[in-house]
C-alpha cells in the first residue's frame, strides 16, 4: 500500500504565477488536510477536505490560496499570484473514514517544497 | 485557541542515553495527543497516539504519557541511538476540531555516537 504521494516535490516560481500541489492521498482514504510549514516554524493547518467537500477552511489564507478534492484524482493547493511569503513546505495528509468513532492517525506525505523567487 | 509549546527546542545527548521531550498545551479539552517524527526534507512519520482517555502508550523504545490536568505529554525515548536524531513534533487536536492538528515546533534531537 503505497503512503500518501505528493508532487511535484520541489517547485520554483516567479513572484505572480500560479503553483498548483497535488497529493494522492493512501488507498483507502477518504480524507485530506493540507498543512503549511513556513522556515523555521512549526507547522500549520490549513484545510481538511472529503471528496468534493471542505469541511474546514479555517486555515486557509482569504486569498490567493484554494483547495479542492474531487471525485476523481489527487487534491489540488492552488496558490494564485504567489509571493515570496509563500515560499515554504506544503504537506499533504490522509486518514481514513473513521468507524470507531476515535480519531484516526493522519499520515504525511513528504511535502513539496515551493521556492518563490 | 490551541497553542502547543515544546521544550527544549534543540536536545544533543550520547548514544544510550534515556531522554525526555516535552509538551505543553494550553487548552486541555484535547482529543488526543500525538507524537510525530520528521527527518531532515522529509515527511512526518506518526509515533504515537494516546486517545483523551488514557494516560499513556508505548512503542519500542519509546513511550509516552499524558496528564490533561496539567496540559503537559512527555515523550520518553530509552537507549537512545544515532538513528533516533530527527525533529521531534507533538500535536494536540481540540476536541471538536479533532481533525485539525495543532503542532508545537518540536525539538530537534541529536544522537551522538
Known amino acids: 500500500n503505497a503512503g500518501v504521494m505528493q508532487n511535484p516535490r520541489h517547485l520554483v516560481r516567479r513572484r505572480g504565477q500560479e503553483a498548483r500541489l497535488r497529493c494522492s492521498p493512501m488507498?483507502?482514504?477518504?480524507?485530506v488536510y493540507w498543512y503549511r510549514q513556513l522556515p523555521e516554524e512549526g507547522l500549520k493547518f490549513m484545510v481538511y477536505?472529503?471528496?468534493?467537500?471542505?469541511?474546514?477552511e479555517s486555515g486557509m489564507p482569504k486569498e490567493r490560496f484554494s483547495a479542492e478534492f474531487p471525485k476523481e484524482g489527487p487534491s489540488i493547493l492552488r496558490i494564485q499570484q504567489v509571493v515570496r511569503g509563500d515560499s515554504a513546505a506544503y504537506f499533504c495528509a490522509s486518514s481514513p473514514l473513521s468507524t470507531s468513532g476515535s480519531s484516526e492517525t493522519q499520515y504525511f506525505g513528504p511535502g513539496t517544497r515551493l521556492l518563490v523567487l | 485557541k490551541q497553542e502547543v509549546t515544546q521544550i527544549p527546542a534543540a536536545l544533543s545527548v550520547p548514544e544510550g542515553e534515556n531522554l525526555v521531550l516535552n509538551c505543553s498545551f494550553t487548552?486541555?479539552?484535547?482529543?488526543?495527543l500525538q507524537w510525530f517524527r520528521q527527518d531532515p526534507g522529509k515527511g512526518l512519520t506518526s509515533l504515537l497516539l494516546?486517545?483523551?482517555?488514557?494516560r499513556e502508550q508505548t512503542s519500542g523504545r519509546l513511550n509516552a504519557s499524558l496528564d490533561k490536568s496539567s496540559g503537559r505529554s512527555t515523550l520518553y525515548i530509552a537507549a537512545s541511538q544515532p538513528g533516533d536524531s530527527a525533529t521531534y513534533l507533538c500535536a494536540a487536536p481540540l476536541s471538536g476540531s479533532a481533525r485539525q492538528l495543532t503542532f508545537g515546533s518540536g525539538t530537534q534531537l541529536t544522537v551522538l555516537p
Open positions: 477536505l472529503q471528496k468534493e467537500n471542505i469541511i474546514d
Open positions: 488507498k483507502g482514504h477518504s480524507h
Open positions: 487548552d486541555s479539552a484535547i482529543y488526543n
Open positions: 494516546i486517545q483523551s482517555s488514557q
